[in-house]
Structure formats: structure tokens, C-alpha cells
């Protein structure tokens, strides 16, 4: 390894054991996290377990405490200004001045990166069906997010930092916002992309990093933690299977109206189809883990806690 | 249908229970206001308590009769008033005469700001929303607003009353003077109050709601300052003072005359002004304004493209409503020069000495108006970095940011564009002043050095846009301490002559040091060390931002 901060550098980001503290509060709390260059890059938490602060500490508009960080080669703090002409930034939450048009702040925050695309602009004031003409205080919160997206998105960035960025959008939007990033991925762009909506981080990101209470739990494609994860199989059987609930890796077997129900972890799959073909198999649904199942998986305490 | 579809005669203009729920926002308001009320309304009272004991601490008899004498010179009359029983001069007297009305615009400033931050503040930022969606009445934040605001003015006229009729001063001020001169100021707060609340119906836009009731503010001032000088030279404008509402307390006269009757027309003033907001609220939405929104430009300008161009396009629609009203009042206070100069055969040694001596009375009087305007001018300056405060603190700062803008550059441009438009400000009062007494004195020499003269006062508001700026960085939750310098070098040099402090302690005042040209010798030394003192305060503020983290949501 022996290049500079150059763009040769192995990842995007790269942060290694970084922490964040708010007084008492700990935000951060040795968090790792990795995306390489021209990846989607799904960042998934519920609200308040870091995923902002992490977007921040990128942006070097909070500094962190220990561990190291590194952005596009550099460092986000020190470097800031220079980092920030290469990526571009919607925040969840968008606040505009309230007497410059939706239209100025477009090209105001593309000029301040480095530069507009025009044509790039105005074809996505279109796609996203937004008047530029209007000032900001007149706009509803979606309307803000299409200002702060299509500024992103027609400028000539290497990453894009996307904190919650559809959370006002409607659904119609929500497929345009999709087909953009797709395009934006096809160009070369590396994404990072925080959401809750699983639905859109499993339908756009290539890999995904889950954090809770300011750490990073898990981390990989969506097929390697779901091989890490549990299969739901309904089956119907010609013979009784006995035994199968001492079968390794066999959780939560139910049976009732001749059904069995199961889950089984993924990576004992194969060796159990074997087992159910000896049984005369007549029906048999398998689906893989959602993303929802994956992400209870390191929540279900909480809500346990909570009383779910 | 259509018949009975006249904008103004709305028929829904009396909605049923459009007073619901005022009890309980007023007791939310009061909680919310808990440190801010007692604030005002004791910050305003310790100013009155320090002008009472302090003149009472300084003046003995032979003061009072050199006061006196200055005091009849309209150039006090307009910074102080009309001057009622200055000829058979006591303390209570130039308590009441000089320096009341200062009072009258805290008070001013207290309901004004109270107004807007109940009414127009929530509309603005959508928590109104949140509240009228409950069974909350149409008027009842209107409503629960006027009444603190009301609860405000009452309590400043009380404890005013109290701490003049308690002041350390022989003779001590008589109980039912001091009463009046504590309800004239409330009245003040009255009428402004009613003000806001038909300003925050105009525009949608919250810092319109302030700023035009600032407007009429200044206008009030203006116009009594005007009738006041009128009337100190038996002009034949001095109905002039009837027509502000500044005018009608300072015309009850306290511990001369003491009359009550002007206040019935704060008094009616304040109900009319209040019936008007009902009934502008009335015809209009929520969040919206009586004025609509217009279509703005879909592209920005070429310029706008770097934090010194969107420093420029946030500032630029308050800079140019200050350089309007600055270059009116220059022209108007410009144009009195003339009657000054008239006058000066009746005046005595005295003020020409205080006035700034051998030139005369024209130069004296343009040199003193350039440390009145450096004063007004210093409050755009400090209000400018809180401007920059807020753009932080409403995230506006975040994606900025976030974009390739380095903190020092984002700092430094919006700080330079303030310096810039402080000068700016300076010069056009100057030259306003300048225009006024040249066409009213037919002397066009008169014009570079009264712009000269304001100009050098910069110095004094760039310290303070300094100290804001170092604040900013260091603790922005201590920027208001900014305001308390201001205060202090204010009254210092606005005052401190008059209240014979020693030149020691009158060298304190940033004001102090440009020295008052024409009159006097432009101070360069001064003025250097000011502006040298200024970077360097804007350096470290740009510092420690680069430090911090920002307020983030």
C-alpha cells in the first residue's frame, strides 16, 4: 500500500473504531464502516442509533473522537473543502431559505461544489416535477427534498451521501428517486445510502451495513447475510417426518393441517433438502429471510424490551 | 352564490370559539418565556434604576444649571424629547425629559419582539400548525400573545414607577410623577404591541413582521424628534410629536405637568391596532400573508455562486431597507441644520463648547450626528452575525457546508459583507446629512466632510461586528453579551458628557474614539486601533468555528 490519498485508494470510506461523544452520550461508539469505490451502500438503523452522526462525521461538520476516518483518500475534517467539490450531500431533514426559490438554491449548492449541469438540472426538475419558481418557505417538506436531490444529483460528484433522502417523497418520486440512483451507479458513483425503507435499500444497494447504539453489527451483501440467516419452508409431506425438529439448524417447527413450518439456518439448506426429498415431498414453499427479518434479528431485544 | 363572494365581507369572519384555548396557550407562552419575560422586563428596569441613581449620584446644582443650558439646544431635544419644565430644571425633570425615552424604546423592542415570536415566528416554522389543529381559536395565539405582551408593558410601568420613585435623588421624585412616567413607558409597549400584531398579518415572511413594525418605530421617533426640535426653537411644527406614539408619552409631562390624558390615546391606539389584527387574521390562511407570494426566478443569478454571493443574497433585502431608512433620516436630521443655525444667537457658550467649539454650530452638530448614526448602525451590525447564528441554528448552514465551502470562507464572507454594508450605511447617512445641510444652509461645501466625518465611525461598528464574530465562534450562546457592550459604550458616549463622566472613563465607549468631524480632527490613530482590534477578533472567531462542531439537527 503504497499510495497516497489519491483516488487509487482502496474504499470511499473507510472508518476504522471511530467515536463520537455529545457530552455524556456516547453516538459513536468504535464504529467501522467500509464502502468501496463505485458501490450502493445501504446504511441501515433505527432512528438515533447513529447513522446521521455518521454522515456528519463524514462531512467533517463534527469531528470525531478516537479511531480513524478516511473519505474519498482524505480526511474529512482537515480536507474538508477539498472532499466536499467530490460529493455531494442531502440531508433528511431540509431546510431552505425562506425568500431564495427552490430554482437558486439548486444551483447555488451545485455552483458551491464545483459546478451545475444544466441540461442534467433541468431534465430532473422535470423527472421530479418541481416549480424552481417558488420560494423556499412555500415549499412542503417533500418539495425541499427534491431541491436538496436534484442539486446532488446534477452535479458531477464521485459520491453521494444520502441521509434518509425520500423520506417525503411519494411513491411515484420514490421510483424516479430509484431510477436515478441506478443511474447514478451505472456512471460510476459510489452511494451511500442511510435509509429505514428497507424495500429501497434491498431493491438499490449492492452491499449494506447495519448499526446499532453507534456500532456497526453487521456488514456484507444482502445474500451473505441472509446465508447467515434463517429460510422459512412451509412443506407438505407424503410421510411423516420424524426427528426433523432434531435436525441441526431446524428452529420454531410448527405443524398443523398436515403443514410443517420451519425456519432453517441457510447455510444447513442443502443438506436438509436432501432429508425432506427422502419424505415424498408434495408442496414446498422456501422464502429467503426480508430484510425486516435480518434487521429484527439484531432489534429483537429492543422491542422485546419495549414490550412488542 | 357569487353575490355574497366579496373578499371583504367575508362571511366566515366570525368564527364561533375563535378565542378558544387562549388561557391555555397563554400559560404555555408563559412558561416558554419564563427566563425571556423576567429579562426584559428587569433589564429594562435596571436601565431605568442605573440612569435614576446615576444622575442623582453626579449632578449638584451648579451641573444642573450647565445641563440646563445644553438641554435647550435642539439637537438634545431630538435625542431626548421635548424638554417639558427645562427652564426651572430638578433631576426627576431630566430623568423624565432626557433619558425616558430610551425606556419607551426597550419597551418598544420588548413588545414588538414578544409579538413576532409568538405569532408570526409559529406560523413561519409550522408549529402554529401543530397548536390550530387542536381546539385552539383562530385569534387565540393573537390573542394569548397581546395579553403577555400587555403582563410585560404593566410590570415595566410598575417597577419603573418604583425604582424613579425610590432613586437615591434630592428632591426626591414625587410618588404621582413617578407613577406617570412609569405608565408612559408601558403605554409605549402597548402601542407597539398593537403594531406587531397588524405587521405579523401582513407578510408571511417572520422577519418582515419585526422589521416593518421596526419601521414604524423609527418613523415614530423621527417624527417626534422633529416636533420636539420644533417646538425647543417655537417652530411651527411641534404638532409634529402628536403624531407618534412615542410623542404621546413623552407629552404627559411627568413631575412638570403631569398629565394623563395622552395616554387615553395609547390607549385607543392600541385597541384600534388591535381590532385591525383581528380583523386582518381573519381573512386570511394560516402561515399566509394579507400580501401574497410571488413567483421568484427559477435560475439564480450569475453571481450567486460562492459564500460571498449567498452571503450578499441573504443580506442584501435588509441592507437595502436600512439604506432607505438611513438615507431618509439622514436628509430629514440633515435638513435641520438650518434651524440650528438660526438659533445659535439665543444658545449659550455652553453648547457650542459641548457641540464640538470653534467651528460653530453646523460642523458641531454634523460631527454629533455621526456618532448617532455609528450607534444605529452598530445594531445592524450585531444583528447581522445573530442573522448568521440563526443560519446555523435552522440547518441552513449544514449543506452549505457540506458543499465545497470552507468554514473560514462561509465566516469571513458574511462577516466582510456586514463590514462592507456598515460602511456603506455610514457613508449614505452621511451623505443624506450632508445633502440636507447643504441645501438648507446653501453651503455645498458642507457635504464631503459630514460624509467624511460618518464615514470614520465605522471604526466603532466593526469593533462590535468583531466582538460578535469572536463570540460566534468561541460561545454562540454568548453572542448577546455583544449587545451588552454595545449598551454600555451607547449610553456612554450618548450621555456621558452630559453626566460630566471623566474623558477616562468616557474612552471606555467604542463610539468614542473617531473623533467628531467636522467639528473636531478626524481621530486616525483611534480609528486604526478599532479596526485592527476588529480583525483580530474576526480572526479569532473564524478560528474557533473552524473548531467546533455545528449545530446540527
Known amino acids: ?308 | 352564490m357569487t353575490a355574497t363572494a366579496n373578499p371583504l365581507s367575508a362571511p366566515s369572519d366570525r368564527q364561533p370559539g375563535a378565542l378558544a384555548g387562549t388561557g391555555t396557550l397563554l400559560r404555555f407562552m408563559l412558561r416558554r418565556d419564563r427566563i425571556r419575560l423576567p429579562a426584559w422586563v428587569l433589564g429594562v428596569t435596571a436601565l431605568m434604576a442605573y440612569f435614576a441613581n446615576a444622575i442623582g449620584a453626579v449632578m449638584d446644582a451648579e451641573g444642573l444649571e450647565s445641563l440646563a443650558a445644553m438641554l435647550a439646544n435642539p439637537v438634545m431635544a431630538l435625542i431626548g424629547g421635548p424638554g417639558y419644565g427645562f427652564d426651572d430644571i430638578t433631576v426627576p425633570r431630566v430623568l423624565a425629559g432626557m433619558y425616558g425615552l430610551y425606556i419607551m424604546l426597550g419597551a418598544a423592542l420588548m413588545s414588538i419582539l414578544t409579538v413576532a415570536r409568538h405569532t408570526r415566528v409559529e406560523e413561519q416554522t409550522g408549529r402554529a400548525e401543530l397548536v390550530r389543529a387542536n381546539a385552539a381559536g383562530r385569534h387565540a395565539q393573537l390573542a394569548a400573545a397581546l395579553i403577555v405582551a400587555v403582563l410585560m408593558s404593566l410590570l415595566v410601568s410598575l417597577l419603573t414607577s418604583v425604582v424613579v420613585a425610590g432613586a437615591a435623588i434630592d428632591p426626591r421624585p414625587d410618588v404621582a410623577g413617578s407613577v406617570l412616567l412609569g405608565f408612559s413607558f408601558g403605554a409605549v409597549g402597548l402601542v407597539f404591541a398593537g403594531v406587531a400584531a397588524v405587521t405579523a398579518q401582513l407578510s408571511s415572511f417572520s422577519r418582515a413582521c419585526s422589521g416593518l413594525a421596526g419601521v414604524v418605530l423609527g418613523a415614530a421617533f423621527v417624527l417626534r424628534g422633529l416636533g420636539d426640535m420644533s417646538k425647543v426653537q417655537d417652530g411651527g411644527l411641534s404638532g409634529l410629536s402628536w403624531l407618534s406614539p412615542l410623542g404621546w408619552s413623552q407629552q404627559t409631562a411627568p413631575f412638570t405637568l403631569d398629565r394623563w390624558w395622552p395616554l387615553l390615546l395609547s390607549v385607543a391606539g392600541f385597541v384600534v391596532l388591535v381590532a385591525v389584527a383581528f380583523r386582518l387574521e381573519s381573512r386570511r390562511d394560516l402561515a399566509g400573508g394579507i400580501f401574497a407570494d410571488r413567483l421568484g426566478s427559477a435560475h439564480a443569478a450569475v453571481w450567486l455562486r460562492s459564500s460571498f454571493g449567498l452571503a450578499f443574497r441573504l443580506q442584501r433585502p435588509s441592507l437595502i431597507g436600512w439604506s432607505a431608512a438611513i438615507l431618509v433620516a439622514g436628509l430629514i436630521f440633515g435638513a435641520f441644520t438650518q434651524s440650528m443655525n438660526e438659533g445659535i444667537g439665543g444658545m449659550p457658550e455652553e453648547i457650542v463648547r459641548v457641540m464640538g467649539g470653534a467651528d460653530g454650530i453646523v460642523e458641531g452638530y454634523l460631527g454629533f450626528m455621526g456618532l448617532y448614526f455609528a450607534v444605529i448602525i452598530a445594531v445592524y451590525a450585531i444583528l447581522s452575525v445573530q442573522s448568521l447564528r440563526a443560519e446555523e441554528q435552522g440547518f441552513r448552514a449544514e449543506p452549505v457546508l457540506a458543499a465545497s465551502v470552507g468554514r473560514p470562507a462561509w465566516l469571513l464572507w458574511w462577516v466582510t459583507v456586514t463590514a462592507l454594508g456598515a460602511l456603506w450605511l455610514l457613508a449614505l447617512a452621511g451623505l443624506g446629512e450632508g445633502i440636507g445641510a447643504a441645501v438648507t444652509v446653501g453651503d455645498a461645501s458642507l457635504i464631503g466632510p459630514t460624509l467624511l466625518g460618518h464615514a470614520v465611525h465605522v471604526g466603532a461598528a466593526w469593533f462590535l461586528l468583531g466582538l460578535a464574530t469572536a463570540l460566534y465562534g468561541l460561545a454562540p450562546r454568548l453572542l448577546g453579551l455583544t449587545w451588552a457592550v454595545f449598551g454600555y459604550g451607547a449610553v456612554l458616549s450618548l450621555f456621558g458628557e452630559m453626566l460630566e463622566f471623566g474623558q477616562r472613563l468616557l474612552d471606555t465607549s467604542p463610539f468614542q474614539h473617531a473623533g467628531q468631524y467636522p467639528a473636531g480632527v478626524v481621530s486616525w490613530g483611534g480609528v486604526g486601533v478599532l479596526v485592527v482590534l476588529a480583525v483580530v477578533l474576526a480572526g479569532v472567531g473564524t478560528l474557533a468555528f473552524g473548531r467546533r462542531d455545528l449545530t446540527t439537527a
Open chain 1, 1 to 308: 500500500m503504497t499510495s497516497t490519498a489519491s483516488a487509487g485508494s482502496p474504499a470511499a470510506i473507510e472508518l476504522d473504531g471511530v467515536t463520537k461523544r455529545f457530552g455524556k452520550v456516547l453516538a459513536l461508539d468504535g464504529l467501522d464502516l467500509r464502502v468501496g469505490h463505485g458501490e450502493v451502500h445501504g446504511f441501515l438503523g433505527p432512528n438515533g442509533a447513529g447513522k446521521s452522526t455518521t454522515i456528519r462525521v463524514l462531512l467533517g461538520i463534527l469531528r470525531h473522537g478516537s479511531g480513524t476516518a478516511r473519505l474519498l483518500g482524505g480526511d474529512p475534517w482537515r480536507d474538508a473543502v477539498a472532499l466536499h467539490r467530490r460529493l455531494a450531500y442531502v440531508p433528511g431533514d431540509v431546510e431552505l431559505w425562506p425568500n431564495l426559490t427552490g430554482g437558486e438554491a439548486i444551483d447555488l449548492f451545485a455552483r458551491l461544489r464545483g459546478g451545475v449541469d444544466t441540461a442534467k438540472r433541468d431534465e430532473l426538475i422535470e423527472r421530479f416535477d418541481l416549480d424552481p419558481r417558488k420560494k423556499g418557505r412555500t415549499y412542503s417538506k417533500g418539495n425541499r427534498q427534491k431541491v436538496a436531490l436534484i442539486s446532488a444529483l446534477a452535479s458531477d460528484v464521485e459520491l453521494l451521501l444520502l441521509d434518509e433522502p425520500t423520506a417525503g417523497l411519494d411513491p411515484l418520486m420514490e421510483a424516479v428517486f430509484q431510477r436515478c440512483i441506478n443511474e447514478a451507479k451505472d456512471e460510476g458513483r459510489t452511494v451511500l445510502l442511510s435509509s429505514h425503507i428497507l424495500a429501497q435499500v434491498e431493491a438499490l444497494a449492492d452491499r449494506l451495513s447495519i448499526i446499532r447504539k453507534g456500532k456497526i453489527v453487521e456488514t456484507g451483501t444482502l445474500e451473505e447475510m441472509r446465508h447467515l440467516s434463517r429460510t422459512s419452508v412451509t412443506v407438505v409431506t407424503g410421510e411423516p417426518i420424524d426427528r426433523l425438529a432434531d435436525e441441526p439448524g431446524v428452529h420454531d417447527l410448527v405443524e398443523e393441517g398436515g403443514q410443517t413450518h420451519f425456519s432453517v439456518d441457510t447455510a444447513r439448506l442443502p443438506q436438509l433438502m436432501r432429508e425432506l426429498a427422502a419424505h415424498d415431498v408434495r408442496a414446498l414453499t422456501a422464502t429467503p429471510p426480508t430484510l425486516e427479518q435480518l434487521l429484527l434479528r439484531h432489534y429483537g431485544d429492543e422491542l422485546e424490551e419495549a414490550g412488542v
